[in-house]
């Protein structure tokens, strides 16, 4: 078992093959599920939804430590983020979303706590919008819910629509294809500060390995009773020189928008582009969801952030794992034709983004298969 | 301060009021948020969020005690009916929806429930789908969050269309029509067994009420720890007569999907119908946010469904607050010109659900305001 999994969360998601048969979808082999729009038959629908996971017990942290609600505004990126991102893999522009707030009234200010949310929604509709990406509000829910909730859930559920003819269905991803990988840390020119590159995923992990017990002493809604207790030497604001940040603002870094790159990457690369993976739950595995008989090698992922490295030492967990829960610095793919490498390594550095060939594909047998090559060791998943 | 807001709830809902001037909604008056669709500009687009609200934690308490994960099936078609329900009342068909399964993966199998919920979705599409409401399922999130749930949330994402022609706006709702009320309890020809009438809000304070305490002891998770104790009398499987079912199955019993009645409703009575709500959070007082400057009055309401009754009484809960935190009997309310009463009452009769005339609407200042008269009392809301 994981260490992830000793924690009750399995990034490989059994169970769900039973919703899976219930499903209309175009493209199995694409990152989202597109159906095709009842009103237009060449037009598909994208209808997409995600949520923060548990990163705001660590912006709960935050608000309990500083008393300051603005803790919390991060998470609107990052539940947006979980959807815009995953939408633009296979081509589609987003139409409209809404938020699903679900928390502990008893313990967070509910006027606070839904002003640092609306205030994070909107600065990320405005950034979106002068960077051309435009897209609705339709409101959403609150929902009182202290008896279900320890602290808080925020979700995202977006809509978007693609032509039919340009879907990037995954299925043109051939032996030969290169995968250029976009860094998940960094500073975009559309941002304001420098990204840890944590996104939303392995908080779990991240915040039991890394925070101190004394907050689960302090505030025990922060973890399951039982187990995901905290082991880490660190407090909240405790300055690492290896993050040039503190450890709460190095895992409260908001997940990346990298709608503005893959629409330019596709304007540039255009059919080149194969695929596209946001790197999410399953982390560096992500890619495996696309196409299909597709062997990806990845030989040369960049050195993780420092946050990643940390996580890793600081919690003794193995390399292979750690690939599997964390984007590891790499948080958005394009799995192109080697002549449109170039394309999206240029578009990805005019926002200021690193990009670089990470590693190939080739060709695999019936199922996808996966190698993650480092220093650390090679690590085959399938 | 009610008996909800001192278990955490408040149906008002301060806080939002940040959000709302963030929504491009092109009818404030109507029951739902309607946006243009930006690739036809006659069409509106309905994107709507809900969850089953703590109904949940009742499933968790029949699982936990039977080790049977069918009781968490009737919470998909809660989630599915939240969201199918209220998009209706704008006139809006729907497309296609997403559900978000958030669990404590610690305490709850996680095969057995999704299992369960994927049995209760598809139940609910092809029953549906046999009244001649069609629509896709696209999939959602299964996400595994031990320290942030403590049992489990469901929600449905459900997205619509309606010609901008067609909306139910609310606007035309004028002194002189009459309300409606479809009951919440009951049997419809399309469902099995007899409904309690419940739905799924009130939940939280229902539980409270009638749950033993001794659930609180077997299953910290089922309630905050510091607040919504359980103070009821009951055990999940306690048969009363007033209920002819078990405690449990009545809490359980799953909400209405109103869907094929209200289609029917608007075949016959066109327009008509000036409104439609669907009587969730804030129960009976839901009318208020229809139309502008209308004073709404209910003056012959059924008498309430046994298990409303039976948590006012064992709760001692105020009547006002009743009417307020639950929708006492009337789940559905068509707002109409007089000369359509009769098509409604019809539409909804030949589906064996109970509709009568439960009031009036008269003129108000500048904002709605509801009178609920009634053998307890008269309450007056704004």
């Known amino acids: 078992m994981s260490r992830y999994e000793a924690l009750g969360v399995n990034v490989r998601k059994p169970g769900i093959e039973r919703f899976k048969g219930a499903i209309e979808n175009l493209y199995p082999g694409a990152f989202c599920v597109v159906q095709r729009d009842p009103a237009d038959p060449e037009v598909g629908l994208v209808t997409h939804t995600d949520s923060a996971g548990t990163k705001p017990i660590q912006a709960y942290i935050g608000y309990r430590e500083t008393g300051d609600a603005s803790w919390f505004r991060g998470l609107a990126q990052d539940a947006l983020a979980m959807n815009l991102n995953d939408i633009m893999c296979v081509g589609a522009d987003p139409v409209t979303f809404v938020d699903y707030v679900a928390f502990n009234t008893l313990q967070i200010d509910r006027v606070a706590l839904l002003g640092a949310l609306a205030d994070g929604f909107l600065g990320c509709l405005d950034t979106m919008k002068e960077e051309g990406i435009s897209f609705m509000f339709a409101g959403g829910e609150t929902a009182d819910l202290p008896d279900l909730l320890r602290t808080l859930d925020i979700c995202v559920t977006m809509v978007g629509r693609v ?56 505030y025990p809604e922060v973890s399951h009773p039982s187990r995901g207790r905290y082991t880490g030497r660190f407090m909240f604001d405790d300055y690492l020189d290896e993050l040039a940040s503190t450890v709460g603002e190095a895992l409260l870094s908001p997940t990346r928008l990298y709608a503005p790159v893959a629409r330019e990457a596709l304007r540039r690369a255009g059919p080149g582009v194969h695929g596209m993976a946001h790197n999410t739950g399953g982390g560096q595995t992500k890619c495996l969801r696309l196409g299909s008989g597709v062997a990806y090698v990845k030989d040369n992922l960049p050195e993780p952030d420092p946050v990643f490295r940390l996580v890793q030492r600081e919690g003794g967990v193995e390399w292979r794992e750690m690939y599997q829960d964390f984007n590891m610095g790499v948080g958005f793919e394009f799995i192109v034709h080697p002549d449109s490498v170039e394309d999206v390594v240029s578009a990805a550095e005019s926002f200021g983004v690193g990009a670089a060939v990470i590693g190939r594909c080739e060709r695999s047998g019936d199922s996808n298969s996966l190698i993650v090559s480092t220093p650390m060791g090679d690590f085959l998943y399938t």
Chains 1, 2 share one sequence.
Not at 168 to 175: A, Q, V
Not at 189 to 208: P, Q
């Open 163 to 218: 032509r039919l003819a340009d879907v990037i269905t995954g299925e043109r991803i051939e032996p030969g294809d290169l995968i250029v990988g976009l860094r998940s840390g960094g500073g975009a020119r559309y941002e304001r500060g420098i990204n840890s590159g944590i996104m939303s995923n392995g908080h779990t992990l991240a915040r039991a390995t890394l925070m101190s017990p004394l907050y689960v002493e302090r």
